[in-house]
């Protein structure tokens, strides 16, 4: 199985290829899924001594880890004001205090591990309307209390200084978050990971499960004998490897084009100091500039993770209201992607038995939990599972409607959201 045809699969670094599992194999760990949450679970615990195996059904970061916006987004889909409202003071306490430290971790990769992924700092969240803009005034203040303190408000004079459009009254400066090459991202920590001795087999994928002690992971070809199992493949995993993951969560699908490649005087007149921006509708819209000065452009939500059948038909229009100065730009590269998502916008962590743990659902923003669930796994399995508990205690909900009428409902429960957002209510 190949990657799609993105921008990010055309312009990945060169690597050496991993094999397929054709034997049955002993480890410590097997990690069921190769993107972001496996990779970085392995690295922890390689570099902790374990010997780990991941299995990937296809290749390296080939799901949401390799496709996706490539925005280093601090906290979760839901922030700790929130959090605290739902699950009380001292889970936002404990989950606050994690809620910068997924970025924290990937720029220590990189560094590390000299990673070539093109890692340019700051982020914006762009504000469309005056309550939008109050709410980003309530969450400067938040963060700070929680120890970023790295942010900068942007009236309407200073948003327009740093994005060209007139779209945007106002907007928040995230020093701390960024954007990146994901999928380069995910080769070099898959190299780190071979470095310290892990072993990745792609076009491996898991087709069942035996738990016990120890659990047994067959694939076509082969089967993996390990003391603990972590499941981590998120929208991609099937639902008939281990069906209790599915029933709390949905996938959903995001579309992303790329433009050809801009002059460097065409892409900086559009995004001066190179942040990358996300918009504060429920339906958000998102975009930065790559290396090669593209503009990479996405937005909008696919029930049920549906291919579409147009992504430049969805997101072209979406792109002309920001910037109507690229009325006419040429679209090199358009493609889809799955996230998970799951009804509370919290991600879900547990065990589905004394030895097999999940992580699963950040619902969007996966770039930066993904790299936090990796090293709450690995402290579980030295021996502390007080971070690991205070994501896994959160309620896990199913999605009304059932298995059969859940897309439906969320379908339409988004469409309300989207005339609040375009009404300004």
Known sequence: MKYVESY???????????????????????????????????????????????????????GASGRNGGQVVNSYSRDVDVIEQ????????????????????????????????????????AALNARQMGHLCTQEKLWQQYGNHDLELLDGRGIRREIATDRYVGGLLDKRGGHLHPLNLALGEAEAIRRHGGRIYEQSAALN???????????????????????????????RVEPRLSGKSMPCGSQIVATEPLSRDQALAL???????????????????????????????????????????????????TFPQLQNVKLDFGWSGNFLLTLSRMP??????????????????????????????????????ERFDAFANLPHLPFPGGRRFKIPLTAMGAVWYAIRDRLGV
């Open 271 to 321: 995004l001066p100091n190179n942040h990358c921006v996300e918009d504060c509708n429920y339906l958000l819209d998102y975009f930065r500039l790559t290396a090669d000065n593209r503009l990479l452009y996405g937005g909008g939500v696919v029930y049920g993770a549906r291919e579409p059948g147009d992504i430049e038909a969805l997101i072209r229009p979406k792109l002309r209201r």
């Open 209 to 239: 499960v035996a738990y016990g002690t120890p659990n047994r992971v067959k694939t076509e070809q082969g089967e993996v004998t390990a003391k603990y199992v972590i499941f981590a493949g998120n929208a991609y995993l099937p639902t």
């Open 8 to 62: 990010y699969a055309a312009t990945a670094n060169p690597h050496a290829p991993w094999p397929l599992l054709q034997d049955s194999i002993l480890c410590d760990v097997c990690i069921i899924g190769g993107g972001f949450t496996g990779l970085s679970a392995a690295l922890y615990l390689t570099e902790a001594g374990y010997d780990v195996v991941v299995l990937e059904a296809a290749r390296v970061g080939y």
């Open 348 to 385: 879900q962590f547990g065990r589905l038995e004394n030895n097999v743990y999940f992580m699963q659902g950040d619902s969007g923003h996966g770039v930066t939990c993904t790299h936090l669930s990796g090293k709450l796994i690995s402290e579980v399995l030295r021996g502390d599972a």
């Open 86 to 125: 739902r699950y009380g003071k001292e889970s936002a306490r404990m989950l606050g205090s994690m809620m910068f430290e997924g970025a924290e971790i990937i720029r220590d990769r990189i560094d590390r591990y000299a990673i070539a992924c093109d890692y340019r700092p700051g982020g914006i969240f």
